[in-house]
């Protein structure tokens, strides 16, 4: 003879449905995470800070020993002497002239430079922009000032339109060459069947 027995719903603790044991985990995670990223942001912040303490103290606690980080008398001359005795505003400008520059061309002409390589079967010239990334910049310094000197581009905003030019050309043409061995190549053969020329499918496309 079977006998039947009910059994009830199985009795969950109440502690294993309190939130708290998870929330303090996250909070103790968040902790170590935000302990190491102060310890490795520290170096930096130090010298950020040490910087701007030189800017607003006086020339007597800036050559004072042992060093005073914190001003007793804070001021601003140090930005006075700067705004009043060069010319910054100038100096900004050439400084935008050339980032903004350099910037542009290099875009200008990296983008299908880099679009070229990634889409072409033959990758010699990826070989040719590594060599010039991996060139240090000092070693063209000689060069360029000799070629400058000749041309006529000595001490002027062009030369250094040019120096930039080849610097960060090789880079912009490594990223995008990256970019663009990331995109399908479905979408281009699509662009072909539609009738799109090849810079049509880099333009619309890509």
């Given at each position: ?31 170590i ?55 910054i ?19 200008v002409?990296?983008v ?40 006529g581009?000595n ?52």
């Open positions: 003879m079977d006998v039947m027995q009910a059994v009830g719903p199985s009795v969950v603790p109440l502690r294993s449905l309190s939130p708290w044991p998870r929330i303090w985990a996250q909070a103790r995670r968040a902790l995470l935000g302990v190491a990223v102060f310890v490795l942001v520290m170096p930096a912040l130090f010298v950020f800070l040490w910087m701007l303490s030189l800017a607003l103290k006086p020339d007597v606690e800036n050559t004072a020993y042992p060093p005073i980080f914190i001003p007793r008398s804070p001021t601003l001359d140090s930005f006075r002497q700067i705004l009043d005795g060069s010319p505003g100038r100096y900004t400008m050439n400084s935008a002239v050339v980032a903004g520059g350099s910037t542009l061309i290099a875009l002409l990296g299908p430079a880099g679009y070229g390589i990634a889409k072409s079967q033959k990758r010699g010239m990826l070989g040719f922009v590594l060599i010039a990334r991996m060139t240090p910049a000092l070693s063209y310094l000689i060069p360029w000032f000799i070629m400058f000197r000749a041309i581009l001490n002027t905003l062009t030369a250094l339109v040019i120096t930039h030019l080849v610097i960060g050309l090789p880079v912009v043409i490594w990223v995008m060459v990256g970019f663009f061995d990331g995109l399908p190549r479905d979408l281009e053969e699509a662009a072909a069947v539609d009738g799109a020329s090849p810079w049509q499918a880099f333009w619309h496309v890509a």
